[in-house]
């Protein structure tokens, strides 16, 4: 198989900076005229996301404070993928009951996409939790403050449309489950 004439080569690459959730990587690449220069971007494990309906069609939404925006934030719950984690599934059970306290009678893949590939290695996995009812206490992480909410999903789909809600993963699981489902 031929590479694609649009493909950089990887010369070399390195961690630059490592933290808790992601590191930064360094490469020194060539691009396809032969130019060498260096690329950075970020690098981090699978995450999923959870769009949790309860049996009336309520969406559980998670209100939690953002640092990097300056203020609290309606989303999904959502995460990232631990080594014990067997499966996406479980990873995505996993995160609906540490951040809201409850649990899905079923689960079902929606979309995977890589939110932002010109900069990070990222890969999202969103998934559609059915039959969501409260059935233990969060189990937060030590870094995490979050206030649960059930809401209709006309008002939450209002919420998007309004400007309100800005998070990249609530908006794209909102936008493609409606898209699906019409």
């Known amino acids: 198989m031929t590479a694609d004439p649009l493909a950089w080569e990887t010369l070399e690459s390195r961690v630059a900076y490592s933290c808790p959730g992601f590191d930064i990587v360094n490469e020194s690449v060539q691009l396809p005229d032969g130019t060498e220069t260096e690329f950075d971007y970020l690098s981090e494990p699978p995450s ?6 309860t049996p009336d069609g309520d969406v559980v939404c998670i209100e939690e404070w953002r640092q990097a925006v300056d203020r609290v934030n309606r989303g999904l719950p959502a995460g990232g993928t631990e080594p014990g984690d067997d499966d996406l599934e479980a990873a995505a059970r996993r995160e609906l009951a540490e951040e809201t306290g409850y649990e899905a009678d079923r689960l079902e893949s929606l979309v995977t996409v890589e939110p932002a590939n010109g900069i ?9 939790a059915h039959g969501c009812r409260p059935t233990a ?7 995490e403050s979050i206030r649960v909410t059930a809401i209709p999903f006309d008002e939450l789909l209002g919420s998007l ?7 990249g993963r609530t908006v794209l ?3 493609y ?4 489902t019409e």
């Open 48 to 53: 999923v996301c959870v769009l949790p309906l």
């Open 120 to 128: 990070a290695d990222a890969v999202l996995h969103v998934f559609v």
């Open 137 to 143: 206490e969060q189990q937060l992480d030590d870094d």
């Open 161 to 167: 449309l309004e400007g309100d809600i800005r998070d």
């Open 173 to 175: 699981a909102l936008s």
């Open 177 to 180: 489950y409606r898209l699906s």
